[in-house]
């Protein structure tokens, strides 16, 4: 399964909305248990990536409410609602649907 | 909190052979799945390979299928990667991370990496 993420990169002002895109080649939603297969990721400098959202809505412990998940199928977005300096980062998509686990090519978020 | 610790990585020649090694602690190792993924120079994460909380099943990217063997140890809390005939398109860091459940394919921690680096 292929996942593109749009757009590569990404500057938004302080308090400003944040939004990053993933589309994969094949739906990600499974019929049996009406889940849509889909990670999102955050990855600053020198660290692993850290997980944000998973079932493509649902928060990790403790990520800011400001952090959210939606879409189903194949597309599918990140949204940041009101940008903090921490947030700044490369955020990725990942489908864990079958193997082999594919992720975006990744969107680098900055500050305007 | 979750630890892993990879290790093993350095500087290779094409052709030859790696073993990383990810030490795992606080949690219980053999209740999980437990992935490799890497990331070359510059670039983005590439999943690698992940392996059942018993063994029993193991899945691998298409770049290192045949290559590469993922095993564990549920004695020693120990994760391993066997790397052979690695190529200089090897070279990355490579992480290790812990599944969300026994046989799943969603990560949830990683830790810090080791740096593969195939070159002659």
């Known amino acids: 399964i292929v996942m593109i993420q749009s757009p590569d990169s990404l500057a938004v002002s302080l308090g400003e909305r944040a939004t990053i895109n993933c589309k994969s080649s094949?739906?990600?939603?499974?019929?049996?248990?009406?889940?849509?297969?889909l990670a999102w990721y955050q990855q600053k400098p020198g660290q692993p990536p850290k997980l944000l959202i998973y079932?493509?809505?649902a928060r990790e412990s403790g990520v800011p409410d400001r952090v959210s998940g939606s879409g189903s199928g194949t597309d599918f977005t990140l949204t940041i609602s009101s940008l903090q300096a921490e947030d700044v980062a490369v955020y990725y998509c990942q489908q864990y649907y079958n193997s082999p686990i594919t992720f975006g090519q990744g969107t680098r978020l900055e500050i305007k | 909190q979750v630890h892993l610790v990879a290790s093993g990585g350095g500087v290779v020649q094409p052709g030859t052979s790696l073993r990383l090694s990810c030490a795992a602690s606080?949690?219980?190792?053999?209740?999980?799945?437990m992935h490799w993924v890497r990331q070359a120079p510059g670039k983005g994460l590439e999943w690698v390979a992940v392996?059942?909380?018993?063994?029993?099943?193991?899945h691998y990217a298409d770049s290192v299928r045949g290559r590469f063997t993922i095993s564990r140890d549920n004695s020693k809390n120990t994760l391993y990667l066997q790397m052979n005939s690695l190529r200089t398109e090897d070279t990355a860091v490579y992480y290790c991370?812990?599944?969300?459940?026994?046989?799943?394919?969603?990560?949830?921690?990683w830790g810090q990496g080791t740096l593969v680096t195939v070159s002659s």
């Open positions: 392996i059942s909380f018993d063994g029993s099943n193991e």
């Open positions: 079932w493509a809505s």
């Open positions: 094949q739906s990600l939603l499974s019929t049996s248990s009406s889940k849509n297969f």
């Open positions: 991370g812990r599944g969300t459940g026994s046989g799943s394919f969603l990560c949830n921690y």
């Open positions: 606080d949690f219980t190792f053999s209740d999980y799945s």
